[in-house]
């Protein structure tokens, strides 16, 4: 529910004022404190030394640490790791409290133990709470929260826990338990982290453009200059991209395929599943979705350049070149149906598996992918993925055709990248065929429903 | 929130390391203990024979299951329910204690009563709660939880169905309460379904793809043969599906609002709106979301088979030739306005059409139909709904032209298949028409709003 | 999870049977009745008239209200606002009975405070609880619970705000607690709304598109008649519209980051970040998502548009005629390379600036910015929302290229709509880079920081 802006700022004196309690005036405790006031808490800050503070919101309060935790039971901690051994000497004032840790660190896993845990060691009679540390200063203060709205919580207290995410919600946010405070750490590093599961396949898809970028260069731009003394370099521009988007697009769809089937042949080597697999296996299975969407992402591409060639100014003027010559020749051209045959067929296949692709992306997406079972999941995901994959791979064998084979499209003995692009998708695609041979199906089927050799 | 992989496995000494027990040693049972191992928790397995089971994970104790039991107050048993009778002889070390049921069945509604509610029934004294059946053995193993992070929740002891959210938190799944243990049979049946609601509409295209096929190919392909003695098989590819695609698309968006005008009319003759409406019609109501996406899959084929005309090579060729024609023949072509009309506008009717139906398909994404009330809902889906439908009927309308009712059209009697296509369109658009009409639709919102004709 | 509609309608016997009291035998109150009745829950109303009230669901009693009262301790109050007065005289029989308030107004803010916090005034002694009023009578009769399957909860009492949400539960929807009574204005005013950050876009865009249209319109069809005449009428289907899309696709995305931009020169003025932005920014800020998912709606529209330009009569009988022309000349017609890079340049850039584009729309789904933390969220709309902008700007400068300073292109002193297009994107991107210069980026960041300048 979208929260409007129009909320009340001002709050019916009959409604019971709740107080809340804010160590810390730095930026962070200023735009939660301005927020709680428009929220219709009353706010009182706890700070070093109160008669300096004089950049506080107005309507707030300010006490030093002592008084003012005395004014609340939830005191929300907006001060940094650092300067956490204060609260030693407020042990006493402090017991039975509610004390919400919002603090951040500068790195994934700076400290042994995360902040919450390590604030719950120095005062073992408060209730610690972690949250609301995904939260940006930035966004409380402008009221932009569309990324944000979902507020981690953890805690080992449970009635401290759900005080917390009363107010969270009053503040206009989603709470999500996150259960106990052993969740602190992830909690911690979340705001740090910078799309983890995507370096992979952006890198491995950077490095193969950058690759095949230059290799189609060389190929179709050089080339042509040594050879022809023909100006080729405007192919850089659409012609070129075209060929490498397909080529990473399904080697990618196939680098989404190929652990599934690496696992499958250890499994059977090992004779048992409840062996962990090696890292990096674990980690490019982990990062499989990731993978497939970039892959949608350069079909999408390459998609769209292939339907932008008929306004292409340079294919214009070949087709019409073709079609003058035709005249000028005054030759009957008959319609070669195989060609007819092939052309409509490659398009057809390429067309039906980015239908597939993109189904497979919309069900990637988390809220439809939580609105089907695990059985569900599967089948999209294995049967209609493997259905893309030999999509994709006829589409890239048909339009190769007679070609492929033909060692005259080999240039400086480079083939040609629709070549290079069947490599891998056919290797996992003949391997997955010979996994599903009954005999050896049978066997990983008992391994999988946890049977183990001797 | 990703749980990365890199959880630390260690747990420090100075936590209180909960222990939970685990009756049953199949697949499901140790794939759960290696993973509540991973996350901390401490495990005992409780088995028949526990001498003989050597394949436990490393770390977890087993004892039989009495003394199991009496070590850990959760208790989660994965065990088949054919098998749970041993359980009344445990009545006494159970009483009190959480049962966490995370069995499945072979078939939906397999018994009369859920598991759940019948180990309730034979452990009087224990919490049962259910939970973790959705949930496979194979993703708590490989870490790949993609589909099933979601765990469905169920119990009648609200304390016990926290503890257990609880611990499921901790897994790095997300518990969803579902109520009290009467929801057990659905949880149960969760699991087994295979998109039930996916059923109608894919068989129901699937038979209409099929008989338009073959029509299409006796039209173009038989028919071509027969008097032209040319082979036109390659329209098989693209030409003929192109045809059968819009066909089916709009056939089912047309579907997707027929139900809702037979609604109307059984609600005009009955009088009142509080008598359910036949089961038939109670299931195509249900499933018009997914009729709805389907003709949207097919618009969206027809539209990128539309897009690739240009460069197929057949068409390409009758281009070439219409072209080497037109010069031979040395006469002035003049632009025809007319036909300039009618081009544009059917391709901007489909354009406008197609973008409606994608905004449609936007908005049934689950987290996007979360965030509209009913008000706007209804908007979208009746509003912008009918305009798709109406600028799609006037798409193919516009297409067919003059053409329509020319005999000429006719194939041994067959009409094209924009004839067809434009049927069941045309009748829900001059029903709802009618039924708008203020003397008719005056009647149907009294009723609509709780009035009744006696 | 897919509430089957094969709900069970019977209940065992051997289950405690709830009784629930609802007051009201309106509408609302009937078809929450009959549902509440299918899932297994005795009901009872409550009326002013019980032996007038014929037309109840089969299965339920009707007693007055205050014995209808004593037999449940949950009350639903399915009557308005305006009727609330009579509770007074029943204050002794609802002390401590849960009161769930589903009403709902006429308008947003209609009253001073909201029906469920009037209500708990009222009847002090009972815990109010506002929710249901979000759900249409109409959607629990047909079960078609698409798009209101969330229901929002909000109370003061913690365990009767619990108990309705099991409720809520068991009728197969999905509550949501809001917080406290607080909260019951807004959700009061949730169902009333249309689309309330969409309004601003809409309009603006409509406002747009008639001005260009018209623009467009003398531009080319007068022009064209006047001068040449010609009749271009037929441009008004779809090339005109295709010069209107990408003008008002580029202006509004250039108004997504134009409210930045200025917010930044106002802090920088103003030398503090604390001051509240003017009203007018505010709720420009606020919809800048909104602005943004219009924008690329129309850029959809202009990508089709451009894409179907090579099936339409009008552009095939020019390029004929064009073909026609160069065969006849006999003249050699050599590939210009400069032409070729500009045209191949303006396609890559717009097909990677909508590619951006849609990503930029893929993230704003709240199922996937839900996903990301606050820092990917900044930096896929702002880095890769630039990087759109820019591509988008360069694209319409490429299109343009030397023909947008020449005098030439004027028609009436009118400058073609890409010369307009560019205007406000050209100045966003200037003072942008402006801001992004050293001596100024480093003020901005202390100030969003928390620095104040005194």
Redesign the interface.
Known sequence: ?????A??LTV?SS?KQETLCIFGT??FG?SLG?KMLQC?YSIIFGSRKPQMSN?L?KGAEVLNYSEAAQKSDVIILAIHREHYAFLTELTEVLSEKILVDVSNNLKINQYP?SNAEYLAQLVPGAHVVKGLN??????L????L?????V?ICGNH?KAK?RVM?IV??LGLSP?????L??A???E?????????WKLPFCLSTVLFTIFFFYCVIREVVYTYVYKKE?A???M???I?NRVFPLIALTLLALVYLPGVLAAILQLYRGT??HR?PDWL??W??C??QIGLVAL?FA??H????????????V??K??????T???LRKD?P???T???????Y??LG??G??LF??LGIT????????????????V?SKLGYLALILCTAHTLVFGGKKIFNPKSLRWYLPPTYVIALIIPCTVLVIKFILMLPCINKTLTRI???W?RD
């Open positions: 529910m979208e929260k409007m802006d909320f009340p019916k409604e730095g930026d200023r301005i219709g950049l919101p133990e995904t939260v940006s200063a930035w966004a203060q402008s009221g932009a569309d990324a944000s709205r979902q981690f449970s759900q009363d919600r009053t999500l338990d996150q259960g106990s052993m969740a750490n992830e909690i590093n979340y705001p740090l982290q910078l799309f983890p599961m100006d370099s405007f192919r521009a659409i012609s991209p599943k409840y697999f674990d980690h299975m982990l499989r979705k992402g999408f591409l998609v769209f350049y292939t339907l932008v060639i008929p306004i292409r100014y340079s214009q003027w087709w019409r070149n073709i079609t003058a035709q005249v000028s051209n319609l070669n149906t060609s007819a045959w092939l052309s409509d067929s398009l057809a067309i039906l980015f239908f993109v189904l990637s997406l988390p809220s439809v992918s939580n609105m089907v079972n695990w059985r569900e999941f599967r089948f995901q999988r429903q946890g183990e």
